[in-house]
């Protein structure tokens, strides 16, 4: 009989035991997963103002404007690591040439649909602002950080732009309103 009462006991804590732990777990799911949902949130945030600054700059840059729209790559236009003076980390504007995604295939975006419909490929892709990471000159690459994306990633230095063109500079003070 004492055997049997405690073998009842046992498995009365153990069940116990396991409800306390269920619960727990159940707890720590539902604050990873709160934590993730405000992840994903500011990251959209993030992702949406690096889009309007590549926006924004293809706005303000003549240059940049007749890349995207017309295709017409004017002499002058400055890239880093090609025609630029700097190859320095920094702010850049990654533009690809239509029709393309926003992101490049070898970005790993958040698993979210904002995030994963930018690796579409559209008419007119948006422009995005991205941090360079690092320059590899002799294989004509950069890697670059965003906040669209999970990690860094590498693109080619052809589709990387400096924010501010010198030439924009010579073609507001032109007569060349071809651009404006």
Do not use: H
């Amino acid at each position: 009989m004492k055997v049997l009462s405690s073998v009842i006991e046992n498995k009365l804590l153990l069940a116990i035991l396991v409800g306390v732990v269920s619960i727990g777990g159940f707890q720590v799911w539902q604050y990873n997963q709160a934590q993730y949902e405000k992840l994903i949130n500011e990251a959209k945030n993030g992702c949406g103002v690096y889009i309007e600054l590549g926006e924004d700059a293809i706005k303000r840059s003549p240059s940049l404007r007749a890349l995207k729209y017309q295709n017409k790559r004017l002499s002058g236009l400055e890239q880093p690591g090609i025609n630029s003076e700097s190859a320095d980390p920094g702010a850049y504007v990654m533009l690809f040439r239509s029709p393309a995604s926003t992101l490049p295939p070898n970005a790993l975006p958040f698993d979210d649909p904002f995030f994963t419909s930018l690796l579409n490929k559209e008419e007119s892709p948006k422009t995005l602002m991205v941090q360079a990471v690092s320059f590899d000159l002799a294989k004509k690459q950069a890697t670059v950080k965003s906040l669209c994306t999970k990690k860094p990633f590498v693109i080619s230095l052809e589709d990387l732009y400096l924010e501010y063109q010198p030439i924009d500079r010579d073609l507001r003070r032109s007569n060349f309103d071809i651009l404006f």
